[in-house]
């Protein structure tokens, strides 16, 4: 794994196209994200996400929907109906999880919402809150649950809490933040606790690396 992370960290060029899969393309420039501190954008973490959900069809594991990067701003900015024909294909209350990566201008979160527990939990290696994140995803499920299951959906029961930065591991630099969000996903998917800390975060690029190259989780 190492000598082939390495040399696709090599200086190239940019535009040379590494993998492809979930109908997205990874290239040189993206993958060099991953590489030392430099900052995870949107289509690493897409593609990351998607590997997620795909390991989430093995006996055992709860089921998963990711929603990409552009749907949080999108309904956070327009609303239920510039997102309602995003889940035409997909039955979200089917599933156990869904995850719904936060992009805060230069700040990477995660928001997870969990049918099994009825809750809407936010994930800052920073140590922020979002309550309000929390309600726009707890509306978003009462606007689609009308208008896909022609029904209310019950609100009753469901807590909507930011982890605070005692019940989760927090990053030690400016830069981690996408590797963060992937992981706690990652764990969050496993219904694993979430044990690592910074001092794994180099490990987990290579590791990130390897995988969104060979399309499959270690």
């Known amino acids: 794994m190492e000598g082939e992370v390495r040399r696709v960290f090599l200086p190239g060029n ?6 492809e899969a979930f109908r997205l393309t990874i290239t040189r420039k993206d993958i060099h994200t991953l590489n030392h501190l430099n ?9 990351y996400m998607n590997l997620l959900v795909t390991r989430s069809a093995k006996a055992g594991l709860p089921t998963v929907h990711a929603f990409n990067t552009f749907f949080f701003p999108k309904v956070r900015s327009d609303g239920y109906q510039a997102v309602r024909r995003w889940t035409k294909k997909v039955d979200i209350f089917a599933m156990d999880i ?12 995660l928001a997870v919402v969990d049918f099994r527990k009825k809750a809407v939990s936010y994930y800052d290696s920073m140590g922020g809150s979002n309550d309000a994140a929390c309600r726009i995803l707890l509306r978003y499920l009462t606007h689609e649950s009308l208008d896909k299951k022609c029904k209310e959906f019950e609100v009753g029961g469901w807590v909507l809490a930011s982890r605070g930065s005692r019940e989760i591991p927090q990053q030690m630099n400016g830069s981690d933040c996408g590797m963060f ?9 496993r219904d694993l606790p979430i044990t690592f800390s910074q001092k794994h975060m180099a490990y987990f690029r290579k ?9 499959k989780l270690l």
């Open 14 to 19: 940019p535009d040379e196209v590494l993998t």
């Open 39 to 47: 900052w995870l954008n949107d289509e690493v973490i897409n593609f």
């Open 98 to 109: 869904l995850l719904v990566p936060v992009h805060l201008g230069v700040h990477w979160c």
């Open 181 to 189: 969000t992937c992981k706690y996903a990652d764990y969050i998917t």
């Open 207 to 215: 590791k990130m690396a390897w995988e969104i190259l060979h399309r």
